[in-house]
DNA sequence: AATGAATGAGATTTCATTCAT
DNA sequence: CATGAATGAAATCTCATTCAT
């Protein structure tokens, strides 16, 4: 693993822990094993070393969706794809999850003259597969294209950030995909 | 107002600008037109600030959930007020709502020893009001309830997100709610 | 005298005995019994002391200047009492000619965007009485009046750097205005 | 070059432009092409480097000096080609000159256990001439020989910084030592 | 001899908090 | 109660210097 790998890795886990507002670039050193000045060389300042974080896992996750959903023509397969894809990503890096949970939510807010593309990329992917399905005639007809997307999304969500936060490790991630696949498929209420 | 009132007023104000982290104490007290000092007389601190903002305001959300729906024993129609009085309450106070959306979710990780309460009763009551028409059959009786009051907190939350964002006021929340309303009761999919 | 006063004054002396490069901010405060972030109640940064103390006594310096030489006519009286004034400053305040023979030299390189309009004006002080002088027929007429300027001023200001650097107090400041006074008047060479 | 004087030439022009205390060891490893480390292979320290810098240049002039002097017999002629030497020096390495005059005159003061030995060398040669020619009559005897010596050096040397600082090239360098010498042998005032 | 990545001491600057008025 | 000048601990960042390659 290179140095500044290193270093982004050692940030991810320590923004997860304490939030990056909160975090010192001492204790990143710290966690990654070096000084506090090569963080220096390798990120213009601390600031800068989020926002790498961010485009860089970016670039890897969106390679990712890309590369599971590319093969697949059925959009009701492309969704499941997704969803699989979605949850399983979360589930291996539990940290760098929650770091994208919090902290990117807040970076367009908080962090100078970033416009966050990488994040607008990756949501245009969710989003493009849900519009898909739906000109296919999957999902209603009636329902507004970009609700639909939000409502997904937020759903699905908010379903991570609960395995997330969940320190216990009761709930079980791989019952939550298949549990929210089957209530955007079949509804929730009984018809 | 009394002069605590308008300094969680002012908080309100600034820490949805630029979030608690990035926002000083004395950007609270130019907001609210008093010296630094004066916060410290109503607060024990800027941490302080923060959890008697979020209790005071939780406490106001809670009793206006409880009022609303006290009176109702239809689980559906309790669902409806339910999603009408959130989305009421998010355009009455957008301010309010960004800092809830983003300061809320990682208030627990960054405030020692502040365990969140006031939200967790407040969940409760959306969670509650899930249930209750849960086990009233109203919806599927395969759903596991902890994860259909998450899907259903994070898709309306989410929408709620996109409406707090969106700067130039293209969305219309009312409409946001109705639609909401649909997709929940009559399902995403076309049967 | 004001805390801000107070400050320029521990920072003459700071800068007279170590040069501003190598004086800490610390050093200043320490100087000045206050705490190291006082300063920067009354100053910007630490470039912005170094410019703010050479302005507040330009402003001065300029100033007594102007009065002393106000009311004279002749202009071998002005050019005798400015020399008079001249050297009197320098004997009075040794320190701060020490931090304007030295740090003010380089400031115009090494603060961005400062341009030693201050400077310029007290410079030229100096070169209108030296005009002036010639002007009225005083010096040889075949002299290029900026070379002429800048010959006097370099002579009596190294006079004054021996001075300020002599750290044995082996010369007479006094003395040294009246022989410059004389080598100008008389010339240096047997007629 | 040997690698030695690389670097003292690099140190020479980036030294000038930005002063011995805004000049990072990386900035004069970049302007020799070379790597940082390289810089400690030959000298010591950075302070070592400013120091070492001196005395070689020192030597340079010293000796030019003395060559050149040590033909004449006549007093006023010494003046005179003590007086071409010194500004002809001055035009063939500004960027040399923009570093004595400024660095050259506080090294004392920053650069630790460095008493200046070279450059008291080379302000005794142009007192030597001076003393010289007064001994000889050739100056006036009622002029104290310390403050003439210095009072002929500040003219010259403010002159000299005048050229060196002039970035538009306004002024003619022989001229000014022409001038330089006229005023010196004929005196400022008409007799 | 030459490199340049890495170091870490130390500098500037910030800002939550205090307290005399 | 209210003020806001002052504090000083702590954070970010710099850069001269080292040393394994």
Redesign the pocket.
Known sequence: MS?RDLIIAAAVKVFAEKGFCN????DV?QQA??????????F????DLLISLFETKMDHIYSHFVERLRPLKNPVEKLKVFLETYFNMIREDRELAEVFQVELRQSSKFLKDYHNQKFIDYLNIIGDVINEAKMQGFFRDELNTNFLKVFIFGAIDEMARQWILDREDKLDINLMAREAYDMILKGLVIP
Do not use: C, N, Q
Request: proline fraction near 0%.
């Open positions: 140095k975090s010192k670039v001492r050193a094993g070096i000084a506090d000045g090569t963080i220096y060389i390798y213009k300042s601390k600031d």
